[in-house]
């Protein structure tokens, strides 16, 4: 057993149980063991302390080394309180309803930060970084917090580039990264590697990682990238490599489940009022106008969501957890109808997965590039319902839609100050994991504090809008927005 | 025993002890007594159910009614989750270490969100709200959610606006408040109602709110303008006026504590930006080039820290927390020659409050207006510093020193989209708590969730930068900067 | 004797003719008779004194009036140089060709500005303002200007808002203006008064004019509006209604004529840079990325082209002025190849009337609501070209496209600083115009210099882009763009 | 007939002087002579072309070659108006007064472009560019374009950075430039080749021209730079050295005379609307509050003019070229009190040059590093002022002035796109008069038209603001600015 878990007799908390959650496949059953041991025979509430994969745990005896970091020159990183300890631990769970603690289970991830001790000397890591997937602002803040943090803080010297996302690993050059090439990139959209969907072949992928003899591998991107991670990950741990993968998400969307939020989020969230404040004042500037905002979000609306709130000018906001309807009582078109007799306007923001049951589906776009059913466009959709709606109804009154899809200048800038500090902190934090001997996690923030999570979790959790929770109950309450209910539900809503 | 907490009884942690904090002259003794039964002899782990006062601890019986969001049109508030209940609690420690976890407490604030029952009809309600203090970004869309919450949510209509802080109470004025006047605010900086520093004079301004009938009063305002709120808060218990007093926190520095952070303070550290920016341009720009830029921070320097961290432009960030010199190994101008010799140029941003304890103080002006000893001014000091040692030193090389205080342009400012849906959900959220009965609370986020702390918590509290934990530490390390520890210090340390 | 300088006896200047240019219709022929008077009998260069209608040609012995500005408390009027006389004219052509200064007309316009005398009494004024068309940055600053201008500079106090367009005048409520009510306009995008397309009845709107007896009215919109207000001029005219018409050309596409250029141009260039840069981070962060962009220019490409020369990241610009083609040598697709080529990526910004020859025209579509030939959307139709075209050619290679459409996202904004001081300075000029007697005018800019123009020559006048000019020419040069020149074609050019 | 058209017999043409104002000094009398043929006598309306030197002036039969841009592969050079000829000429004057059109100068510049035939061969040349004095935005987008142009265009591979000013020419390395090296400069603010004022050593520097055998130098600067640049050509010229001196006029002021404005102006003008809304926000968020905001103009006031009149809410604006007066009837005081009184609060927007008189100079600060007398900062000394005088008349009365001064966050920035256009085709024009062989000339834009201008010229010519002009009496009718005339002038005045 590492030393960095808790036995659970250390913890003195009688009526407890620690039982530790790591998915088979990950690890030996022998190493997760040591966890279960139940000293409780009655636990009621239930502490968790998740598993971090190891290199010790499949290579016993990995050497350690001082943190480089106690020789820094300028700051002295012995003073008391500066490394963190494995017994260091964050919750997951923070707002509990104390009327019945029995039925919540407490996570706890280890938390982020330098290790006294590192399982790698400085001249012998070879790092690599990739993106993945589409563009995210914050991606080169990420490379380029990466390689200052591997050169400055741990004297790494050979960090390379793997552009154009998986593909790089085996079809193009690497990009050898220092400080100086790296220095200006967090100014600038997009990645300057590059990225690319796709493009994902194990063996080759491996067969490359071998041949360049590269020990530590950053892989930034969204859900299904970090499923390509967990395979490179098994493939590695089967070969007997030694080689640590470590991640970071991103996902403009917000999706990715567990962490607060993503970086580049509230970048986006921002980028996105500029669309929603040019739909308000067209739609405000003529007689029955109406702007429609199409944002991302094919599974979640998170940034359809938090630019609404943040806006204050939206009358609906649409999104893919809640259901709507057009047509009738309840239903949008009615909504739409009282909006414009009182205001004269109506702005309306839709995530792109938002009503994609309403949506006629002709069958030669039903399947995209990577096999999904593919999402069809509810923008052009929406509008065009709308503009016959009306010319059915008013022929003779004026009506406006003006449509506006403003992703790609929404995610193909730099992230702002919120996002960069945070890309920064995510860098850094992954980079003290790795050094430290974790493998198979990624760095990310939970409740506002930096930690380590299994790969295999955050590539397995999704995050949606709670659409029962309150913030979602506050957004249509501030906006007075409905909920779509049909007539004979909403009655038996009202009587239940 | 109010029904909204816990009894100790019922927290199934045999080994837990609930314990009441709870400030005396807040409330009776009678009142907190019965958290602090003990059922357990050993208590290890420590939970502590925050104690927010409530109208029914000083008015028994005081009547309640069904909330008005069950008959809202648009959206069916009767779905399942959507109220929130007293036992739904927020902890405020989330990061444990395991390694001795009977060393904390673990404190609990009642969650924000409306409550099933409130204890104001909406025709009984007089509201007023009032600013006080300096500017900060949101402070205007904090008073239009404000508005738009108690109008549409809970059909208040008489909202009453108070000019210019506490003395527009007796001195100005109110200016009557609806969602056609407040709608573009948010879009403003500054606060359309005005604010000032002072005029809290307690006997007119209890006077005012009783000949006004004034009986919800919103206080939004700093840590001195919350000690004036308590202030109200007895007087008016003490004369057994019936009236509801909420606040919100406001300083743009984030020296408040408790709370994550004060709203306003991500603008204006994305606000800083542009100042660091040119800063550094002109430092670049030039041989031998320094760029100096102060921002705000009396007591702490989180906007200095936080405009560093995502600037990654900046070689040094001087806080109150820390001190430094200038002479001599291990000292400021030591650090700045090395920095100029490697890079030609360098950037110091510097809290206001830093190296008070350096700057020559002279008589005339040790004490402000409020009494208090002045701030020296940091920022043409260290650029005359800076000067006078490089002309003694270099005298024929050039050297430029270039100064920048943004103060202004940081805070008067509005809110950016994360702000902005910040003061969006404190200000619903202090409603609900304010309508619910809640008194003498303040509405903020912990560990990212709203939540009711009592106002005499957060009116003491002061946020610090934690110069003992990773941030400080990590932005050190990420920027290289000196811990400006003097040799024979240093020394020991490295003994140590 | 450098041959680049002119001799003397090569200036046939002796010989000048004053013609007066005079569309009948506007004046009656005896006025503009004595400006034909020609001293000369061989006239060579040409000068041409622009006649700007009057009321006095209209109504003889109108009564004039000291200037209400020299009353002003503030600033005294009465210094030299204050006031601009009949006499002052601006030249609209001052770039010349000095081998054959006989083949140029010169012509000038009078000079704007306030006038020593003016025809209307404070009292006696009631104005209207009316917005017509689509949204252009800085219309609520003109508006603003008007009202700020007619009330503290002339003492108005009538001032009417007409709403949504020319059906305002006799289908909507008129809205008093005041500078309390327009104060912070110039922050707004698009127009508080409202805008629309068509509605122009010329019957019900002079019926409306009469009875409201309304005597100077401020039109404000585009070609189509302009031409629009001639009628009224006309109608006004013909009915011997005492009626001042004063327009201010609005496009954002900045093709209007005579002018140097259109309002909310300079906001719209600088708006679209946004999304080019967000294009060109698309382009460049994959492999063959191409980013397309679309921008205003039905008929001109002015928006497209200066986006494009002080982006500096664009490869290529298609404007409507300058055909292109897609296949074989010398066409766009051969040109995106080498481009893809040499740099991997490549960005095209197109003006939405490029092309439309090329795009294929569907029965249904074919006339749109004005009864014109409609706008076929070059942008999806580009993009599929494109997509089609790779994937024949190289169906194993990546290859994407990424189109923005910003259309109201630069056009719904507030105009920036540049645009904000012309919006104030047109706006005072042409109440000067308008107070001083002059009538079925603009007031515009002529090479830097407000001055009067005729309305019947701007309504006329199109701006195209002049594509024998140096500006194109040079855009190519520095962007190496091809000018689409086919083989044949090509071979002629070279031989000629 | 209307009284404010001439009649043809009033514009006596007939007799035109050509007149050719080159300075001596810069050209040899007898190239000049031949433009002084009279061939009337009795001259009234004076045209005269300015002589821009040209390397044939110096070297005669300096051999030239076509221009290599008609073998450009895109584009095609040869049609027709492509090439600029030399009889090409732009206006200097374009407002006349036609009342007395025989005391005006017709000054007329060679019109910038590409030449059918140039002077250099591409591998002949060896370019260097140099930045001089303080900062402007813009400064990158020129040296970008110089490379660019010089490269793609002119096939030139030898151009040269010099770093920091003047004193880079001999003191300190040459960076060589390449299109890949500067390709994202133009969104930098500064200058990356550095500047820095002084370093003006004739010898070294025409030392260091010979032997490094450059022939081609780009200057850009103010106009003590534009002074050394006249130094270097007068040197150039007596050595016999065939060295081109090719200048583009750099001054954040828009001091420089004769152009229409310098580039990075617009830029600062918007920029500077950030500082003016603060300190408007400010100033009306509390009661009688002030806001103070000095921008830079040591000598004129065109960014505190302009940016006055962009903002729309500054209530003052104090320019050095309009004296004022602080107390009394008619002072800055008398009319802050009506203002305070009117609205509660006021604007101030200072150049940094108003006010000098009345400041109270010290002896030890009296003349600065460049033996100038020391311009005394205006902004702490009136907000001083103001302070005292209200505390003495109004002791009880709240009263705040906020003061900023954003002098570098105006001027370290990159430029907007009306000014990178602008940078753009200054850099081309320049380049190409170069190759054409002109020499001792600056690029700029006269009346809209880019041309080239004597650099003697512009070396002299200073830029003010015409205070008997119509642009600062609207600026100050627009704003109800006081003039600031003493009782007994304003009396004079008005008997006047």
């Known amino acids: 057993m590492t030393s960095y878990f808790l036995k659970a007799s250390q913890f003195p908390l009688a009526?407890?149980?620690?039982?530790?959650?790591?998915?088979?496949?990950?690890?030996?059953?022998?190493?997760?063991?040591?966890?279960?041991?139940?000293?409780?025979?009655?636990?009621?509430?239930?502490?968790?302390?998740?598993?971090?994969?190891?290199?010790?745990?499949?290579?016993?005896?990995?050497?350690?080394?001082?943190?480089?970091?106690?020789?820094?020159r300028h700051f002295h990183a012995l003073m008391n309180g500066f490394f963190v300890h494995d017994t260091d631990m964050v919750a997951r769970q923070v707002a509990i309803d104390t009327s019945d603690p029995t039925s919540q289970t407490h996570a706890y991830f280890p938390r982020a930060g330098p290790r006294e001790r590192v399982i790698y000397k400085p001249e012998d890591v070879k790092a690599a970084i990739v993106t993945c997937g589409g563009l995210c602002p914050g991606m080169n803040a990420v490379i380029r917090e990466l390689v200052i943090g591997l050169w400055y803080q741990y004297g790494v010297r050979d960090v390379q580039g793997i552009q154009a996302g998986y593909r790089g690993f085996y079809s193009m050059e690497w990009v050898p990264l220092s400080p100086k090439v790296v220095d200006h990139w967090h100014k600038i959209g997009g990645t300057v590697l590059g990225t690319s969907r796709g493009g994902f072949d194990l063996e080759k992928i491996i067969s490359s990682i071998e041949k360049s003899c590269c020990n530590v591998i950053f892989i930034i991107g969204g859900d299904g990238t970090l499923r390509g991670a967990l395979k490179i990950m098994d493939e590695v741990t089967r070969k007997g490599l030694r080689v640590t993968i470590a991640c970071i998400p991103k996902t403009v969307d917000n999706d990715v489940g567990i962490i607060d939020r993503s970086f580049g989020f509230q970048?986006?969230?921002?980028?996105?009022?500029?669309?929603?404040?040019?739909?308000?004042?067209?739609?405000?500037?003529?007689?029955?106008?109406?702007?429609?905002?199409?944002?991302?979000?094919?599974?979640?609306?998170?940034?359809?969501?938090?630019?609404?709130?943040?806006?204050?000018?939206?009358?609906?906001?649409?999104?893919?957890?809640?259901?709507?309807?057009?047509?009738?009582?309840?239903?949008?078109?009615?909504?739409?109808?009282q909006r414009l007799k009182a205001n004269g306007h109506a702005v309306i923001v839709m995530a792109e997965g938002a009503g994609q049951d309403l949506i006629p589906r002709e069958g030669e776009n039903s399947i995209d590039d990577s096999g999904n059913v593919a999402n069809l466009d509810i923008g052009p959709w929406l509008s065009k319902q709308l503009k016959q709606w009306w010319k059915e109804k008013y022929p003779d009154r004026l009506f406006t839609v003006k449509y506006i899809?403003?992703?790609?200048?929404?995610?193909?800038?730099?992230?702002?100050?919120?996002?960069?500090?945070?890309?920064?902190?995510?860098?850094?934090?992954?980079?003290?994991?790795?050094?430290?001997?974790?493998?198979?996690?990624?760095?990310?923030?939970?409740?506002?504090?930096?930690?380590?999570?299994?790969?295999?979790?955050?590539?397995?959790?999704?995050?949606?809008?709670?659409?029962?929770?309150?913030?979602?109950?506050?957004?249509?309450?501030?906006?007075?927005?409905?909920d779509f209910i049909k007539p004979a539900l909403h009655a038996t809503t009202i009587d239940g």
Chains 1, 2, 3, 4 share one sequence.
Not at 22 to 27: D, E, K, N
Not at 437 to 450: A, C, E, L, Q, S
Not at 461 to 466: I, P, Q, R
Request: proline share 7%.
């Open 405 to 482: 899809d403003p992703t790609y200048m929404v995610r193909a800038i730099p992230s702002n100050a919120t996002d960069t500090i945070y890309c920064t902190l995510l860098a850094h934090s992954t980079i003290h994991g790795a050094m430290a001997g974790y493998t198979g996690f990624v760095g990310g923030v939970v409740n506002g504090n930096y930690c380590y999570i299994p790969l295999d979790q955050v590539a397995q959790a999704k995050h949606f809008v709670n659409v029962n929770d309150h913030t979602w109950a506050w957004v249509r309450s501030v906006s007075n927005q409905p």
């Open 15 to 72: 009526s407890v149980c620690l039982q530790l959650r790591y998915s088979s496949g990950r690890g030996s059953g022998s190493r997760s063991m040591s966890f279960q041991k139940n000293s409780n025979p009655s636990p009621k509430l239930q502490f968790q302390l998740e598993r971090v994969p190891h290199m010790n745990d499949f290579f016993p005896n990995v050497p350690s080394h001082p943190n480089p970091l106690i020789h820094n």
């Open 267 to 337: 970048t986006a969230v921002e980028a996105a009022q500029a669309a929603i404040n040019a739909a308000h004042v067209e739609a405000e500037s003529t007689p029955n106008g109406v702007g429609l905002v199409k944002l991302m979000g094919r599974y979640s609306g998170h940034i359809a969501l938090d630019a609404t709130l943040s806006s204050r000018d939206v009358d609906c906001c649409l999104i893919p957890e809640v259901p709507f309807f057009l047509h009738g009582e309840g239903g949008l078109l009615e909504f739409m109808e």
